[in-house]
């Protein structure tokens, strides 16, 4: 019996044995339920498919703590909403299992504060990048030069002109979204100093009676030439320093060199003709003056004389509403599409606001040959068109490429009073009012000057502006028929 009862203990033990081993197997066999992931990183819009694993008898309920992050179907495919964590959920068998979820929000743009720009070799420029959207999880971007001979690039966007020739600057997102913007700079040899160049005239001060010519003599250090020109023909006009007294009034005459160093002037005062009668002339309001007695000049067009007609008179009401405290200042922004709506703004406050390329299309709008569309200089020469803008101009005018400095055009008979020109070197529009003079809203030189960092017209013109004749031209508006 005692060795019955043995056997029977260990036949028992031995099942058990079998037993634990069967189920062993049997977890090694079949793993657990689970999701395929518990942690997750995606970009705002992408999706991805979660699973569960495993023995599931019930039906399986997905739910996200955050659907304003992250969405989850039925099925559960993951929708990336937007920058965020949340914590998805799948219950099955009255389990719940969960994954935490990192939505990145991806660059969408990179732009520059520059397309094009041109410099000498030897200086610096810093362009500036503006990435988007600013929730980006990373904005910063990667600078680099396609020659680094030509010109260099910091890392915080800084540019060193290295030698002459053009490269292209690119700066490119870092967070792998591909996004980037690119600048293409023109490096020019360096400037030469200018040797000492003088003008002088015979005289500083004139007085003339209407009707009568006087003559003023030019004296340059090596005898270059000079461009005659005065601040209002409708006071006294000069031709090669022979001065034509028109009627009462004050007037500047300015005598340029060509090369551009250097300007003499001379105030003249021309008082009333003898036979003038003791009448009070009525006084012109000079917003709407026409100054239709002032003819096109050698190769100017009708139409140009028209337009520097219209911007005279925009000039003429500049000034006599700085005599009366009236403010006109420079701004890219705030400033008002029409002359009207100009006139308007400063009446009701006392200010208004212009720009350099907004003086010219307003003159263009009220002759009709453009409408609210808009068209500006851009560093490097070129022009943004706006709408069909373009082909509103071409309807009367000639858009010209000619990459030359003012006494190259000047030389060749190729700059013309009216001609609405852009800068290589400046993002900027101004238009020749002839005899080295322009009109400009937008540079200083004789048109006004800044007042607590903010620039203020005293003039539109014509006058000198700075660093007209050493700078280049890159296209020419140039009104025809």
Same mark, same amino acid.
């Given at each position: 019996?005692?060795?019955?009862?043995?056997?029977?203990?260990?036949?028992?033990?031995?099942?058990?044995? =079998?037993?634990?081993?069967?189920?062993?197997?049997?977890?090694?066999?079949?793993?657990?339920?689970?999701?395929?992931?518990?942690?997750?990183?995606?970009?705002?819009?992408?999706?991805?498919?979660?699973?569960?694993?495993?023995?599931?008898?019930?039906?399986?309920?997905?739910?996200?703590?955050?659907?304003?992050?992250?969405?989850?179907?039925?099925?559960?495919?993951?929708?990336?909403?937007?920058?965020?964590?949340?914590?998805?959920?799948?219950?099955?068998?009255?389990?719940?299992?969960?994954?935490?979820?990192?939505?990145?929000?991806?660059?969408?743009?990179?732009?520059? #504060?520059?397309?094009?720009?041109?410099?000498?070799?030897?200086?610096?420029?810093?362009?500036?990048?503006?990435?988007?959207?600013?929730?980006?999880?990373?904005?910063?971007?990667?600078?680099?030069?396609?020659?680094?001979?030509?010109?260099?690039?910091?890392?915080?966007?800084?540019?060193?002109?290295?030698?002459?020739?053009?490269?292209?600057?690119?700066?490119?997102?870092?967070?792998?979204?591909?996004?980037?913007?690119?600048?293409?700079?023109?490096?020019?040899?360096?400037?030469?100093?200018?040797?000492?160049?003088?003008?002088?005239?015979?005289?500083?001060? =004139?007085?003339?009676?209407?009707?009568?010519?006087?003559?003023?003599?030019?004296?340059?250090?090596?005898?270059?030439?000079?461009?005659?020109?005065?601040?209002?023909?409708?006071?006294?006009?000069?031709?090669?320093?022979?001065?034509?007294?028109?009627?009462?009034?004050?007037?500047?005459?300015?005598?340029?060199? =060509?090369?551009?160093?250097?300007?003499?002037?001379?105030?003249?005062?021309?008082?009333?003709?003898?036979?003038?009668?003791?009448?009070?002339?009525?006084?012109?309001?000079?917003?709407?003056?026409?100054?239709?007695?002032?003819?096109?000049?050698?190769?100017?067009?009708?139409?140009?004389?028209?337009?520097? #007609?219209?911007?005279?008179?925009?000039?003429?009401?500049?000034?006599?509403?700085?005599?009366?405290?009236?403010?006109?200042?420079?701004?890219?922004?705030?400033?008002?599409?029409?002359?009207?709506?100009?006139?308007?703004?400063?009446?009701?406050?006392?200010?208004?606001?212009?720009?350099?390329?907004?003086?010219?299309?307003?003159?263009?709008?009220?002759?009709?040959?453009?409408?609210?569309?808009?068209?500006?200089?851009?560093?490097?020469?070129?022009?943004? &068109?706006?709408?069909?803008?373009?082909?509103?101009?071409?309807?009367?005018?000639?858009?010209?490429?000619?990459?030359?400095?003012?006494?190259?055009?000047?030389?060749?008979?190729?700059?013309?009073?009216?001609?609405?020109?852009?800068?290589?070197?400046?993002?900027?529009?101004?238009?020749?009012?002839?005899?080295?003079?322009?009109?400009?809203?937008?540079?200083?030189?004789?048109?006004?000057?800044?007042?607590?960092?903010?620039?203020? &017209?005293?003039?539109?013109?014509?006058?000198?502006?700075?660093?007209?004749?050493?700078?280049?031209?890159?296209?020419?508006?140039?009104?025809?028929?």
């Amino acid at each position: 019996m005692e060795h019955a009862g043995r056997r029977k203990w260990v036949c028992s033990l031995f099942f058990v044995f =079998l037993l634990w081993m069967s189920i062993s197997f049997a977890a090694l066999a079949a793993p657990g339920t689970g999701l395929n992931k518990t942690k997750l990183t995606l970009i705002k819009g992408a999706t991805e498919q979660l699973t569960l694993s495993g023995e599931v008898s019930g039906k399986i309920t997905w739910k996200s703590s955050k659907k304003s992050v992250v969405t989850v179907s039925a099925t559960g495919r993951l929708t990336a909403k937007k920058k965020g964590t949340a914590t998805v959920t799948a219950r099955a068998d009255g389990k719940t299992y969960r994954c935490k979820v990192t939505v990145k929000q991806p660059v969408t743009s990179v732009r520059l #504060n520059q397309k094009s720009i041109a410099i000498s070799a030897g200086k610096t420029y810093t362009l500036k990048a503006t990435v988007k959207p600013t929730n980006a999880n990373l904005r910063t971007v990667a600078w680099t030069s396609s020659d680094k001979s030509i010109v260099t690039v910091t890392t915080k966007g800084k540019l060193k002109a290295v030698s002459s020739g053009t490269a292209v600057i690119t700066a490119a997102a870092k967070d792998g979204s591909g996004k980037k913007a690119t600048c293409k700079i023109l490096v020019k040899a360096p400037a030469q100093p200018k040797a000492d160049k003088t003008v002088t005239l015979d005289s500083s001060s =004139l007085t003339l009676q209407a009707g009568k010519t006087g003559t003023l003599k030019a004296t340059t250090s090596d005898g270059s030439k000079v461009a005659w020109g005065t601040s209002d023909r409708n006071i006294v006009t000069v031709s090669n320093g022979t001065l034509t007294a028109k009627k009462a009034g004050t007037a500047t005459i300015a005598a340029r060199r =060509l090369d551009g160093a250097m300007t003499a002037f001379c105030k003249v005062t021309v008082t009333a003709s003898a036979n003038a009668t003791n009448q009070t002339e009525p006084k012109k309001d000079t917003t709407t003056d026409t100054s239709a007695d002032i003819k096109p000049q050698a190769g100017e067009s009708a139409l140009a004389r028209k337009f520097l #007609n219209v911007l005279q008179n925009y000039s003429n009401r500049v000034q006599s509403d700085s005599t009366n405290g009236s403010v006109w200042r420079y701004s890219n922004s705030g400033a008002a599409s029409t002359w009207s709506a100009a006139l308007s703004m400063i009446q009701k406050k006392g200010y208004t606001y212009c720009n350099c390329a907004l003086l010219p299309r307003w003159a263009l709008r009220e002759l009709g040959i453009i409408d609210s569309t808009n068209f500006w200089g851009l560093a490097g020469g070129g022009i943004q &068109f706006r709408g069909n803008v373009k082909e509103q101009l071409l309807k009367h005018c000639e858009i010209i490429k000619v990459y030359k400095t003012p006494n190259q055009l000047l030389s060749e008979g190729n700059l013309l009073p009216g001609d609405i020109c852009t800068w290589v070197e400046y993002q900027h529009t101004n238009v020749y009012a002839g005899n080295n003079l322009w009109y400009d809203s937008g540079r200083s030189g004789a048109v006004g000057g800044y007042q607590n960092g903010t620039f203020v &017209f005293k003039t539109f013109g014509p006058a000198a502006t700075v660093n007209m004749s050493g700078t280049t031209v890159g296209y020419i508006i140039r009104l025809v028929k």
